[in-house]
């Protein structure tokens, strides 16, 4: 007798497949014109050209944009007397690697030469040798939804991995056995986590348990290509479920041990909220408060979503458990952002984001000494001081930080904060704090004094910077007051 569960399941498959097969051929349609005339010129040249991988599985899921991947069995070579010609420009950063770049009207385009590619046990690079047929070059992809091509310009589907069916799915696997696949390049560990926290697909079990098993193969891999993969993970969508893969497969222990290290141990009376979780919800919240990506400067922040990742990497070595019974984190901050530069240096991170990050991580607790509003205003100009242009960025992390159950507690932060962003928006409107300076210059200092260029001159403007964020604006005869009675004391 049939299973009705069954019949149900299959039904539901087929309608999803032939939902996503209607998707694709539209996506298809629309860069059909540029796809089909490359197509044409490969084929009098002598050569199959077919658009492969990402361009297919993201044209299965409705999203195709304007960088699209081609696969073919034409050399490098033969691929730059085809495109020279007809593109609009050319470039062959890729080419050691088999891979041809160029553009075309709107359009961002890759050729690669059908490929392999494998380690050997030592190298950080891949070492490439070129195959003959289009099913030799799927094979050796990643995973089974990057497997799949549509060869041009006739438009035959070629899925020799039962990518579509895994797309249907939503299931990361391997066209061959994973161990092979990880040998032949362990970044593919990461991408796991990377497509899982992109797409919101699961990994299957043999996977994850490759993954596991085959972490330390990621000590390889240069630490650039590492951080490449890392940042489109945490700019994914769902970049918890992706940073937690990397951290229960061991592989976070290779690319950030600062994160698995965020697990401690609860103490008995759980005093404590687990870190980890907190942060992983950090991260969450303040992805929450970016800016639509319609909007000017809107869409994933990398600098804020790095500084709520790393907010708390300090704790674990400044947990203390008091004599009272409380358990503290003295200085966190500050030890945090001292590992948030190394960690991000040893990423090879440009000089000005590891800046960035380090100095959200060094001010996120500041705002904790606001309590209800008794800074004075010399407190408040401070703040926006040494955030500088950090400013939004501090905000929507102070605000994320706060995950607390307690709904009374969570609405009194809220609260204080929103005072505190009054009175910087206040004080912004009198002050221009944005570009707050004393109220004198270097050559007005030395004019008034009558010195010339050195250290004194530089004390002098540092005073005035101090008397400028305690006091607020002053008017010119009262600077130089001031400006006086400071000389006078410096004897």
Request: include cysteine; proline fraction near 5%; charge should be negative.
């Given at each position: 007798?049939?299973?009705?569960?069954?019949?149900?399941?299959?039904q539901?498959?087929?309608?999803?497949?032939?939902?996503?097969?209607?998707?694709?051929?539209?996506?298809?349609?629309?860069?059909?014109?540029?796809?089909?005339?490359l197509?044409?010129?490969?084929?009098?040249?002598?050569?199959?050209?077919?658009?492969?991988?990402?361009?297919?599985?993201?044209?299965?899921?409705?999203?195709?944009?304007?960088?699209?991947?081609?696969?073919?069995?034409?050399?490098?070579?033969?691929?730059?007397?085809?495109?020279?010609?007809?593109?609009?420009?050319?470039?062959?950063?890729?080419?050691?690697?088999?891979?041809?770049?160029?553009?075309?009207a709107?359009?961002?385009?890759e050729?690669?030469?059908?490929?392999?590619?494998?380690?050997?046990?030592?190298?950080?690079?891949?070492?490439?040798?070129?195959g003959?047929?289009?099913?030799?070059?799927?094979?050796r992809?990643?995973?089974?939804?990057?497997?799949?091509?549509?060869?041009?310009?006739?438009?035959?589907?070629?899925?020799?991995?039962?990518?579509?069916?895994?797309?249907?799915?939503?299931v990361?696997?391997?066209?061959?056995?994973?161990?092979?696949?990880?040998?032949?390049?362990?970044l593919?560990?990461?991408?796991?986590?990377?497509?899982?926290?992109?797409?919101?697909?699961?990994?299957?079990?043999?996977?994850?348990?490759?993954?596991?098993?085959?972490?330390?193969?990621?000590?390889?891999?240069?630490?650039?290509?590492?951080?490449?993969?890392?940042?489109?993970?945490?700019?994914?969508?769902?970049?918890?479920k992706?940073?937690?893969?990397?951290?229960?497969?061991?592989?976070?222990?290779?690319?950030?041990?600062?994160?698995p290290?965020?697990?401690?141990?609860?103490?008995?009376?759980?005093?404590?909220?687990?870190?980890?979780?907190?942060?992983?919800?950090?991260?969450?919240?303040?992805?929450?408060?970016?800016?639509?990506?319609?909007?000017?400067?809107?869409?994933?922040?990398?600098?804020?979503?790095?500084?709520?990742?790393?907010?708390?990497?300090?704790?674990?070595?400044?947990?203390?458990?008091?004599?009272?019974?409380?358990?503290?984190?003295?200085?966190?901050?500050?030890?945090?952002?001292?590992?948030?530069?190394?960690?991000?240096?040893?990423?090879?991170?440009?000089?000005?984001?590891?800046?960035?990050?380090?100095?959200?991580?060094?001010?996120?607790?500041?705002?904790?000494?606001?309590?209800?509003?008794?800074?004075?205003?010399?407190?408040?100009?401070?703040?926006?001081?040494?955030a500088?242009?950090?400013?939004?960025?501090?905000?929507?992390?102070?605000?994320?930080d706060?995950t607390?159950?307690?709904?009374?507690?969570?609405?009194?932060?809220?609260?204080?904060?929103?005072?505190?962003?009054?009175?910087?928006?206040?004080?912004?409107?009198?002050?221009?704090l944005?570009?707050?300076?004393?109220?004198?210059?270097?050559?007005q200092?030395?004019?008034?004094?009558?010195?010339?260029?050195?250290?004194?001159?530089?004390?002098?403007?540092?005073?005035?910077?101090?008397?400028?964020?305690?006091?607020?604006p002053?008017?010119?005869?009262?600077?130089?007051?001031?400006?006086?009675?400071?000389?006078?004391?410096?004897?």
């Amino acid at each position: 007798m049939p299973n009705a569960n069954n019949d149900s399941l299959t039904q539901s498959s087929t309608n999803e497949l032939s939902h996503v097969q209607r998707r694709a051929v539209s996506e298809l349609l629309r860069v059909s014109p540029v796809a089909d005339d490359l197509a044409r010129r490969f084929q009098e040249a002598g050569f199959t050209l077919a658009l492969v991988g990402g361009s297919v599985r993201d044209a299965l899921l409705g999203r195709l944009g304007n960088d699209l991947d081609f696969t073919t069995d034409a050399r490098p070579e033969d691929v730059l007397k085809i495109v020279r010609p007809w593109a609009d420009a050319v470039w062959e950063v890729g080419i050691a690697f088999g891979t041809v770049g160029c553009r075309k009207a709107d359009f961002d385009i890759e050729v690669t030469t059908y490929r392999s590619e494998a380690y050997d046990r030592t190298s950080r690079k891949p070492e490439v040798s070129y195959g003959d047929s289009i099913e030799e070059d799927l094979v050796r992809r990643d995973f089974t939804v990057n497997a799949m091509a549509v060869a041009l310009p006739e438009k035959e589907f070629i899925d020799p991995h039962n990518g579509l069916e895994d797309l249907a799915a939503r299931v990361l696997r391997t066209p061959g056995t994973p161990e092979e696949s990880f040998s032949d390049d362990p970044l593919r560990m990461m991408r796991a986590a990377r497509f899982a926290a992109q797409l919101d697909f699961e990994v299957a079990p043999e996977v994850v348990t490759a993954m596991t098993e085959m972490s330390g193969r990621l000590e390889i891999v240069s630490a650039e290509r590492v951080r490449d993969e890392l940042n489109k993970l945490i700019l994914s969508d769902h970049p918890r479920k992706g940073l937690k893969l990397l951290v229960d497969t061991g592989l976070a222990a290779l690319v950030l041990p600062e994160l698995p290290a965020l697990r401690l141990e609860r103490d008995e009376h759980h005093r404590h909220k687990d870190v980890y979780e907190h942060t992983l919800t950090v991260l969450e919240q303040a992805i929450a408060l970016e800016a639509p990506r319609d909007q000017p400067g809107g869409g994933p922040d990398l600098v804020l979503r790095l500084a709520a990742l790393l907010h708390d990497i300090g704790k674990p070595r400044t947990r203390r458990f008091e004599k009272d019974g409380r358990v503290s984190f003295h200085h966190h901050e500050v030890v945090g952002a001292k590992m948030t530069k190394a960690r991000m240096t040893k990423l090879k991170y440009s000089n000005e984001l590891v800046k960035d990050v380090t100095k959200l991580v060094e001010l996120h607790l500041r705002f904790h000494g606001y309590g209800t509003g008794e800074w004075t205003d010399s407190a408040v100009r401070r703040y926006v001081r040494d955030a500088g242009p950090l400013l939004d960025r501090l905000h929507k992390l102070t605000r994320s930080d706060c995950t607390t159950r307690n709904k009374r507690k969570a609405n009194a932060l809220s609260r204080a904060y929103d005072g505190l962003e009054e009175r910087i928006a206040r004080l912004q409107e009198q002050e221009e704090l944005d570009a707050i300076r004393p109220d004198l210059d270097g050559n007005q200092i030395m004019e008034i004094l009558g010195v010339g260029p050195g250290p004194q001159v530089g004390k002098a403007y540092k005073h005035m910077l101090e008397m400028r964020l305690e006091h607020g604006p002053m008017s010119h005869d009262e600077a130089v007051a001031a400006l006086k009675e400071w000389w006078a004391a410096q004897g």
